[in-house]
């Protein structure tokens, strides 16, 4: 199944809930870069808070899909990492740098507004 | 709770159900949140290795019991080419695939045993365990 991509002003929000695989990972790579080019948002929140397993292909497909939006004018925060997934990813030697990342939706939101100086 | 199970990996979709079966096991032995996922993580990637070195393979669980603990043995089998150099998969950043799957050392962290078994042209297995602290 897709993940629900819902479009907010010129914010993109993303929640993902579902027990993410390799060929939804990049389904949604592709559908996230093909809305932000067509509603020309210029920031995007991916919430994590409901995902309690990130693997180095996840995370992989997560930071690429940040560089990749980046490229194209477009800022994304991940949000709401729990504190089991961080601490499983820098043990497993996945360290995310140069993510921006927030605690939760709201300074997720917070943090867009600060770097698009809206 | 059965004290064994295994899962097949062919398809990309048995990685998920491994960690999945994974993720159960820890739960019912009553790891804590965090072992949890670092179980299922650990899974999930031996489970990756499978799928993308070896085509075909299982994922074997096992709960076990010592003298005063318990643990979770997860054990890899598959019948693929083998590992040429075991000191070399096992350095940090060493990868074959361009950077699919954090590598071995990863889960080595993830655990608290690890052991590897590898012919070349007959097969790898990869033993992991974890206790409940």
Known sequence: MPIPILKLHNYLLISIQTEIDDQTAI???????????KTGATGVVIDLTSVDIIDSFIAKVLGDVVSMSDLMGAKVVLTGIQPAVA??????????????TALDLEQGLI???QELGV | MKPQSGVIIRKEWDIVGAR?????????LKFGVVDQARI???VSELARNIYLYANEGQILFNAIQSVNKTGLCVKAV???????????????GYSTSGGLGAGLPGVKRLMDEFDIKTEIGIGTTITATKWVR
């Open chain 1, 27 to 37: 389904q949604f790579q592709e559908d996230l870069l093909d809305k932000i080019h």
């Open chain 1, 87 to 100: 601490m499983t990813l820098i043990e497993l030697g996945i360290h995310l740098q140069n993510i921006p």
């Open chain 1, 111 to 113: 943090k867009l507004h």
């Open chain 2, 20 to 28: 999945q079966v994974a993720r159960e096991m820890a739960r019912e």
């Open chain 2, 40 to 42: 299922a993580t650990a």
């Open chain 2, 78 to 92: 598959d019948t693929g080419p083998g590992i040429n150099d075991i000191s070399e998969v096992m350095q940090d």
